[in-house]
């Protein structure tokens, strides 16, 4: 099993910034696939970025975003200490919701864009954005 503890929720203004934390315990994996979603009241969850590391230098770490992101968010990861963060700058009114990290198997050459491509939820954290 792998438990996952979101962080770094908030309210802030227009153009403001948040970093959200994820940390994983429990089981560990030598390759993984991790992702955020969020969920929007009356919306579905839906994909905002994810990190993959294959497990070795050769197959390396890769990154992925929605397109509403893109240049504004961004996210990493401290392999040392499980942990996945997403900084998120030039926040906009239509970011917020509640954010949700999700864990899942590194698969080669497929964007784990996905709900079903995970098998770990966090709780949840909320972000709003205020006009």
């Known amino acids: 099993q792998v438990q996952l503890v979101e962080s770094g929720g908030g309210l802030v203004q227009a153009g403001g910034s948040l970093r959200l934390s994820c940390a994983a315990s429990g089981r560990t994996f030598s390759s993984y696939a991790m992702g955020w979603f969020r969920q929007a009241p009356g919306k579905e969850r839906e994909f905002v970025a994810a990190i993959t590391w294959g497990g070795s230098a050769w197959s390396g770490s890769r990154t992925y975003y929605t397109v509403s992101v893109k240049g504004r968010f961004t996210i990493s990861s401290d392999n040392a200490k499980n942990t996945v963060f997403l900084q998120m700058n030039s926040l906009k009114p239509e970011d917020t919701a509640v954010y949700y990290c999700?864990?899942?198997?590194?698969?080669?050459?497929?964007?784990?864009?996905?709900?079903?491509?995970?098998?770990?939820w966090g709780q949840g954290t909320q972000v709003t954005v205020s006009s």
């Open positions: 999700a864990a899942g198997p590194y698969m080669r050459a497929v964007v784990p864009s996905e709900r079903r491509q995970y098998d770990y």
